[in-house]
């Protein structure tokens, strides 16, 4: 008995000691290597020439869009300018025209890169929780945004965010 528990009692720690990558996740790479991230199994990747879309099993619903923008590279100063105003016209013609409500406004690290991320409700009629998020990596512009009713799926939509790596 004293052998099983402390089995499981290890089983457990490794659990919270060792990130675990989810069995039902696959890693998915930008067409021009860009960046990689993580997407459950069942959800679908589809690239445009400037676009990355990630969509539910259903194949038609957006689950997250990746907007990926040439230009050239800037110095921190001016990507934190641009994303800046980027963000002021979002929270105004997005989120304010609408009547949403901005819940956070942040800046974090993304695999190491600068990026800011809003959190926000777009209007008041639907339930949804949003995100939208910006940075600049390798000369390109990007732009992620993804949302959703259900609190479980927006938080799939997260983990899949923190799993982007640059390449």
Same mark, same amino acid.
């Given at each position: 008995?004293? @052998?099983?528990?402390?089995?499981?009692?290890?089983?457990?720690?490794?659990?919270?000691?060792?990130?675990?990558?989810?069995?039902?996740?696959?890693?998915?790479? #930008?067409?021009?290597?860009? !960046?990689?991230?993580?997407?459950?199994?069942?959800?679908?990747? =589809?690239? $445009?020439?400037?676009?990355? =879309?990630?969509? $539910?099993?259903?194949?038609?619903?957006?689950?997250?869009?990746? #907007?990926?923008?040439?230009?050239? %590279?800037?110095?921190?100063?001016? +990507?934190?300018?641009?994303?800046?105003?980027? @963000?002021?016209?979002?929270?105004?013609?997005? +989120? #304010?025209?609408?009547?949403?409500?901005?819940?956070? %406004? #942040?800046? !974090?690290?993304?695999?190491? =890169?600068?990026?800011?991320?809003?959190? !926000?409700?777009?209007?008041?009629? @639907?339930?949804?929780?949003?995100? $939208? =998020?910006? !940075?600049? %990596?390798?000369? $390109?512009?990007?732009?992620? +945004?993804?949302?959703?009713?259900? %609190?479980?799926?927006?938080?799939?939509?997260?983990?899949?965010?923190?799993? +982007?790596?640059?390449?």
């Amino acid at each position: 008995m004293k @052998n099983k528990i402390l089995v499981l009692f290890i089983i457990n720690l490794l659990f919270l000691v060792c990130p675990i990558r989810s069995v039902f996740a696959l890693e998915h790479t #930008q067409k021009e290597g860009l !960046f990689s991230m993580d997407v459950p199994a069942e959800w679908h990747w =589809v690239e $445009y020439p400037e676009e990355v =879309v990630i969509a $539910y099993p259903d194949g038609q619903t957006v689950a997250m869009d990746i #907007q990926l923008v040439p230009g050239h %590279n800037l110095p921190l100063s001016e +990507i934190k300018k641009n994303i800046k105003d980027s @963000n002021d016209k979002m929270i105004k013609e997005g +989120i #304010q025209a609408h009547h949403g409500t901005l819940i956070d %406004n #942040q800046e !974090f690290k993304l695999d190491g =890169v600068y990026a800011t991320r809003l959190d !926000f409700d777009p209007t008041p009629q @639907n339930p949804i929780h949003a995100t $939208y =998020v910006s !940075f600049f %990596n390798k000369g $390109y512009a990007f732009t992620v +945004i993804y949302g959703s009713g259900d %609190n479980k799926i927006y938080s799939v939509m997260d983990d899949c965010l923190a799993t +982007i790596k640059f390449r």
